[in-house]
């Protein structure tokens, strides 16, 4: 099947080539290009801008459904993309065309010409750049990678910042400390506008509210100025000056209801008398987010777990945080219908694989190691010695596909099986068949 966006993959991989250096400790950079581009960050609509080291994924969408369902046109920027470039520039509700991604890209190499810059950051000035030429009336950014020195810091006003739960990861960047990753995060909060921060560990949070007094910038903070939680399965809100009871987040898992509920709070405090809690209730209840706990019933893995009744399930959750979050929400499903659990998982040399592991342990489920194709990627022997050591059986599979198989084929009820370990492997999984292709 002909796809127009991934026959602009040689394109991108070109402009990869010609800008492969690596993260630079300033903005300095990006800015400059955007200096040459006619400073476009200062013609966009508001900006909402997301942080942290879990759920800012998630957090973006359901902004991106909050402001949708209020009739808003949305721009959105996130990072990375699973199948295709296209996901990751969303001009006033639609992916960026290939026609468009050309002009964007041409551009970009004509105005920078040879000065050193990365390919993030010339991915965050196109973006900028085309949303600076498409009306909307807001545009939700994602931060790449950390926060003070990422490529999106370049909002001096934004409308709101949000900073989602900071745990350990990048530690070979941002580390090894959670203070000094905070203090990476805190770097989008900006002087005298407001933030929305999750429920924090005390450590982070330290850092966090330190911030935020130095720079008088209001901070809304979950577990002191609002809370959130599941009620007959329900989304309640306590705020200062309201209870909201609002539907079932779309995305799955019990983490889900604490996103939901910074979002909700970032798009009360961005103050567009459009967003009603109508606007609110139907954004919770339909955000999409591929690869973030998502049942996969369609493509040829879909198809194979249909055959044999069981569950599969999507998550490109790689961290410490992702693991008990998975974990939680892995057992929660367990005790509603016994079935069995089998983690299928692939990830990045540099994770703390035994961090992902160690909240499963109690579960004692299966696990299947394999790789992705990466330079980076873990071997399934490194995976597989990791879940051991968090004291769990473990065998290498060659890859998804074959590990699939060999889940179902187990004897004993139909199991409920997770691939997960990170989006780029997500995206593998994903790119199998256009049926699971992100829209």
């Known amino acids: 099947m002909y796809d127009e966006i991934r026959a602009l993959d040689a394109l991108v991989a070109e402009l990869r080539d010609r800008y492969p250096s690596l993260i630079d400790l300033s903005t300095g950079r990006i800015e400059g290009l955007l200096e040459k581009l006619g400073r476009p960050q200062d013609r966009l609509p508001p900006v909402i801008h997301v942080a942290g080291t879990n759920g800012k994924g998630s957090t973006t969408a359901y902004l991106r459904a909050i402001a949708e369902a209020a009739g808003l046109k949305v721009h959105v920027l996130t990072s990375p993309h699973l199948v295709r470039f296209a996901e990751r520039i969303r001009l006033a509700g639609e992916l960026v065309s290939e026609a468009e991604l050309r002009v964007l890209i041409e551009r970009m190499i004509a105005v920078n010409g040879d000065d050193a810059i990365s390919f993030n950051e010339m991915l965050t000035a196109m973006a900028i750049e085309a949303f600076a030429g498409v009306p909307a009336d807001l545009a939700v950014i994602e931060v790449g990678l950390g926060g003070r020195f990422d490529s999106t810091n370049v909002f001096p006003q934004p409308a709101v910042s949000v900073i989602t739960p900071v745990d350990y990861d990048h530690l070979e960047m941002l580390g090894p400390e959670l203070s000094k990753i905070a203090w990476e995060k805190a770097g989008i909060i900006k002087a005298g506008r407001p933030v929305v921060v999750a429920r924090q560990m005390e450590e982070a949070l330290e850092v966090i509210e330190r911030e935020a007094e130095m720079l008088d910038a209001p901070m809304t903070l979950m577990g002191r100025d609002f809370d959130a939680w599941e009620e007959n399965g329900r989304l309640l809100i306590q705020a200062t000056d309201r209870l909201m009871d609002l539907p079932a987040p779309a995305l ?19 103050g567009d008398p459009r967003i009603t809690e109508d606007a609110l209730a ?61 983690l299928i998982v692939a990830m990045y040399g540099r994770k703390d694989a035994v961090g992902f592991f160690a909240p499963f342990a109690e579960l004692g489920p299966r696990v299947l190691t394999t790789s992705f194709h990466s330079p980076n990627a873990a071997s399934a022997a490194e995976i597989a010695q990791a879940a051991r050591t968090a004291g769990l059986a473990a065998d290498e599979v060659s890859d998804v596909t074959e590990a699939v198989r060999l889940a179902l084929s187990a004897p004993g009820p139909a199991p409920r099986v997770l691939i997960c370990g990170g989006l780029h492997f997500a995206g593998e999984v994903l790119a199998l068949s256009p049926e699971t292709w992100p829209t």
């Not at 799955?252 to 961005?270: D, E, K, P, R």
């Not at 999409?288 to 198809?303: D, H």
């Not at 961290?319 to 979050?325: E, K, L, S, T, V």
């Open 282 to 342: 139907k954004g919770v209840a339909s955000a999409e987010w591929p690869a973030r706990f998502q049942r996969l019933t369609t493509g040829p893995l879909g198809e194979m777990a249909a055959k044999a009744g069981a569950d599969l399930w999507l998550d490109g959750g790689h961290n410490p945080h992702a693991g008990r979050a998975l974990a939680e929400t892995c057992a929660k499903m367990a005790a509603r219908d016994g079935r069995p659990l089998t």
């Open 252 to 270: 799955f898992g019990a983490h889900q209801f604490a996103n939901a509920a910074v979002s909700v709070m970032a798009a009360i405090t961005l």
